[in-house]
């Protein structure tokens, strides 16, 4: 049984390895996150002003919120975006790894 549980443990290993080192593992992970990413940005918020500004402030404050969206953002939330995705992967793989290790219990108490 332990030996069945080291197997288990090193095939989960070496998925978890694929998935932080293989290229199109790495590729399709990063085309997910611009997507995401960009649908992220898509819907951000706009700032709306209660009194009217006179126009050399409101032209400031929107030179700042598009600099913000357009330059400092996209790089923050891709790089977000990825880790989240990173680890529902692992998350997956750590889930299959219970389910396996519960089934081979399973099978050695019958």
Same mark, same amino acid.
């Given at each position: 049984m !332990?030996?069945?549980?080291?197997?288990?443990? !090193?095939?989960y290993r070496?998925e978890?390895?694929?998935?932080e080192?293989?290229?199109?593992?790495?590729g399709s992970?990063t085309?997910?996150a611009?997507h995401?990413?960009?649908?992220h940005?898509n819907n951000?918020y706009?700032?709306?002003?209660?009194?009217?500004p006179?126009a050399?402030?409101a032209?400031v404050?929107?030179?700042?919120?598009?600099?913000?969206l357009e330059?400092?953002?996209p790089?923050?939330?891709?790089?977000?975006? !990825?880790?989240q995705?990173?680890?529902?992967r !692992?998350?997956?793989?750590?889930?299959?790894?219970?389910?396996?290790?519960l089934?081979r219990?399973g099978?050695?108490?019958q």
């Amino acid at each position: 049984m !332990k030996q069945k549980f080291a197997e288990a443990l !090193k095939e989960y290993r070496r998925e978890v390895f694929k998935v932080e080192h293989d290229h199109e593992e790495l590729g399709s992970l990063t085309e997910e996150a611009l997507h995401i990413t960009q649908d992220h940005l898509n819907n951000a918020y706009h700032y709306h002003f209660h009194k009217l500004p006179d126009a050399d402030r409101a032209e400031v404050i929107n030179m700042i919120n598009n600099y913000t969206l357009e330059a400092l953002l996209p790089p923050v939330v891709e790089k977000i975006t !990825k880790r989240q995705l990173l680890m529902e992967r !692992k998350l997956d793989l750590l889930v299959h790894l219970l389910e396996e290790a519960l089934d081979r219990i399973g099978d050695s108490d019958q």
